[in-house]
């Protein structure tokens, strides 16, 4: 088993077992006067072992649905039976937080450690002549070699580097070399090194093990951008039993969803930070407090760069084409109809109020646009083909208009007005007409990427007045004036400059 695989291993077993947080609950049923003994309600039967080591926890909930832990001190299991146990306090983190009758979380090393192989171990003894480093070095490389006649052969190619193959987790070695201290002709070991043994070594081996993935746990789980919903939500399968987010991903799959997910929780910490005002970090320590100030540089930093584009340009023009989804036909005039009530816009979004602070959320829109539409007129429906200018104010309440690669949110207030023909086919009578809206109300979104472009997505609402100007016909059926309503869905593409 390769070194990463182990570290991988050790994550897994950590959040598998540790997320059973309930099971881990002890109560302090008895305690000394010196407080460095404690009695607790779980022994054998809750997988502690006769000499476990251990580490109490407290649990403090910072904020809705997040939870930390903080550990409290090590024990070490001195007497365990079935249902209760004893340890010994050995070493305190936060003193004076043990007290009789109150539940802290314990995990212990034969819990983490549960279904574990004991380790394979081969102690070997490697004796030195001249050169004690060197030989060593040559021997941790590739282990026991075949000695050679350098006059008599010669080393044509090398088919590898050299490396070292195991047979068991870990090979102890104890170091020693020839001397003749006496002056005889018999050559004794002189130790120069020697490794613990192999039980002992096992038991450090083990107790390591089980602080690490304690580490592991609590740096994960006390981390302001890890939830456990988001956690178990990767874990989802389908009806079909296989993952919904599987397992095994291409490099940049990995990547991508990785900067994603965090940068939308520190964006999400950011903004519950601001929230909180002041004593939003009471309940960090110093280590953890550094880490959340460094996060919160890192975002405060994104989020710069990415308002630049907003200082870089002062226009963003954009190409639309909309729909009417309202119909103001009347049905009992099947002969003049437009089926196709659309419209082409062209628009230019000024940013020249980003120089006010006060008015920085706010952009000028100017736009012209040709629409066809049909209405009725008061005796008959007439078909309309308008020429228009709009004048438009908008305001963003999230996000700047300008933000590279976010949902940006608006909404906006305008005015209209142009000219349009009418007409009717029943009667063959044609009209000119001064149009107007006063005020056309909005609200849209759009995005902008990194190469100028952009798409925006709006749905606008007003009354359009129509009077007439000339008429071939004075006593036809062409309207005076009329009113109609618009409700405009629009897809446009954008680009700054």
Do not use: C
Request: glycine fraction near 6%; hydrophobic fraction near 35%; avoid cysteine.
């Amino acid at each position: 088993m390769t070194q990463a695989i182990k570290i991988i291993f050790l994550f897994f077993i950590s959040f598998t077992q540790v997320f059973a947080i309930e099971d881990t609950i002890v109560n302090i049923i008895s305690l000394s006067k010196s407080g460095k003994t404690i009695y607790v309600d779980r022994g054998k039967n809750d997988n502690i072992g006769s000499e476990d080591f251990g580490i109490l926890l407290t649990r403090e909930e910072i904020e809705l649905n997040k939870v930390i832990f903080r550990p409290i001190a090590k024990l070490r299991a001195v007497k365990v039976m079935d249902q209760k146990s004893v340890w010994i306090v050995y070493k305190e983190f936060i003193p004076n937080m043990i007290s009789l009758n109150k539940k802290f979380l314990l995990f212990s090393e034969s819990a983490f450690l549960k279904g574990r192989s004991e380790l394979k171990i081969d102690s070997n003894t490697l004796v030195t002549i001249d050169n004690p480093a060197k030989e060593v070095r040559e021997y941790l490389v590739e282990g026991e070699e075949l000695a050679k006649k350098n006059s008599e052969y010669k080393a044509l190619a090398i088919n590898h580097k050299k490396e070292r193959h195991f047979n068991s987790d870990y090979e102890l070695l104890n170091v020693g070399k020839w001397d003749n201290k006496l002056e005889e002709e018999k050559y004794y070991i002189d130790g120069i090194y020697r490794s613990p043994r192999a039980k002992e070594f096992s038991e450090r081996r083990r107790v390591q093990t089980f602080e690490k993935m304690v580490v592991a746990f609590l740096e994960k789980y006390n981390d302001p951008l890890f939830h456990r919903e988001s956690f178990f939500k990767e874990q989802e399968k389908s009806s079909s039993g296989l993952p919904l987010n599987p397992v095994y991903k291409s490099a940049s799959k990995k990547v991508k969803d990785s900067n994603q997910y965090k940068a939308a929780q520190e964006e999400k910490l950011y903004k519950n930070l601001r929230e909180k005002g002041d004593a939003w970090s009471d309940s960090y320590s110093d280590n953890e407090l550094a880490n959340l100030l460094t996060n919160m540089n890192i975002v405060r930093e994104r989020k710069r760069r990415k308002n630049l584009m907003t200082y870089k340009f002062d226009y963003q023009a954009h190409l639309a084409f909309g729909l009417n989804l309202v119909n103001n036909e009347n049905l009992n005039d099947p002969e003049t109809t437009e089926q196709s009530k659309y419209d082409i816009e062209l628009a230019v979004e000024s940013y020249i109020l980003k120089n006010f602070q006060s008015l920085k959320d706010f952009s000028l829109e100017g736009s012209v646009r040709r629409a066809k539409d049909s209405y009725y007129g008061g005796v008959l429906n007439v078909r309309s083909t308008e020429y228009s200018l709009a004048g438009q104010l908008n305001w963003y309440p999230f996000l700047e208009p300008a933000v590279i690669n976010e949902n940006i949110y608006y909404v906006g207030i305008y005015t209209r007005y142009g000219i349009a023909r009418l007409n009717n086919i029943s009667t063959n009578e044609e009209g000119n007409y001064q149009v107007f809206t006063l005020p056309g109300f909005k609200v849209g979104l759009k995005y902008n990427f990194d190469n100028l472009f952009g798409f925006k997505m709006s749905f606008g609402y007003g009354s359009i007045r129509s009077e007439r100007m000339t008429r071939n016909a004075d006593d036809g059926t062409l309207p005076n004036r009329a009113r109609y309503t618009e409700g405009k869905l629009s897809l446009a593409l954008t680009r700054f400059f």
